[in-house]
């Protein structure tokens, strides 16, 4: 009996539907009030922002796209050496469904059989729970939808197939991409993540119990290149 060459495995694995990781960081963080953008804040000395990025590179996604809003600079710095692409969404102000559509725009050139929409303000969105939703995708041949729950709730994050990109691009106004799924029930496989799934920060309050020091001195030289 021939051997199976070594590298059979690697071209299997090459077949798998690829999936681009579009993460969410857009959002004026209004009800942080004088603690300063939320995603400046540190978790373990490391920013906000760079965290949620560092978490999707070291998932088994192939590529990374972090939408920003057109006055936050800023947060660029805080991640400018990492590999992932920015892209500013100049109509951030309109809502949520501007961010989603220049997202998915930007990721369709790496031909993703998939996009994962990722919140950057969700802390406990780590790598670990963002290969389980790349595997679920990839177990239903990148054909289904797959949502990530908390205790059979719907949460975050979403991966959806390319079939449904221009479904995506097509929202409007300050909803998300959970309007799509109201009557597209079957087209759902739900995978269960735990609270992780609704653990979001908007205020000072959600944001120190979830283990992060609000950000409030000068906004220069945020970088931080020392991993935790």
Not at 64 to 82: F, K, M, N, P
Not at 141 to 169: C, D, H, M, Y
């Amino acid at each position: 009996m021939d051997e199976i060459p070594q590298t059979a495995g690697k071209l299997e694995s090459s077949r798998s539907p690829s999936v681009s990781i579009v993460m969410l960081a857009a959002g004026q963080s209004s009800r942080m009030k004088e603690q300063g953008h939320k995603l400046l804040a540190r978790f373990d000395g490391v920013p906000f922002l760079r965290k949620s990025v560092l978490s999707a590179i070291g998932s088994d996604s192939q590529s990374v796209v972090v939408v920003i809003g057109e006055q936050h600079s800023v947060l660029r710095e805080t991640i400018a050496d990492l590999d992932m692409r920015v892209v500013e969404n100049l109509g951030s102000a309109s809502g949520l469904a501007s961010s989603i559509r220049v997202g998915v725009m930007a990721a369709e050139p790496d031909k993703p059989d998939g996009v994962l929409i990722a919140l950057a303000d969700m802390p406990a969105i780590e790598t670990v729970r963002l290969d389980r939703l790349i595997a679920a995708f990839r177990e239903h041949q990148g054909e289904r939808v797959i949502r990530a729950t908390a205790n059979g709730r719907p949460g975050n994050p979403v991966i959806f197939p390319s079939s449904w990109f221009e479904r995506l691009k097509g929202l409007a106004g300050d909803v998300g991409a959970r309007a799509l799924l109201k009557d597209n029930a079957a087209a759902i496989v739900d995978v269960e993540i735990g609270e992780a799934a609704f653990a979001d920060v908007d205020t000072p309050e959600e944001l120190i119990a979830a283990g992060g020091v609000p950000f409030t001195g000068n906004a220069q030289g945020t970088v931080c290149s020392t991993e935790s």
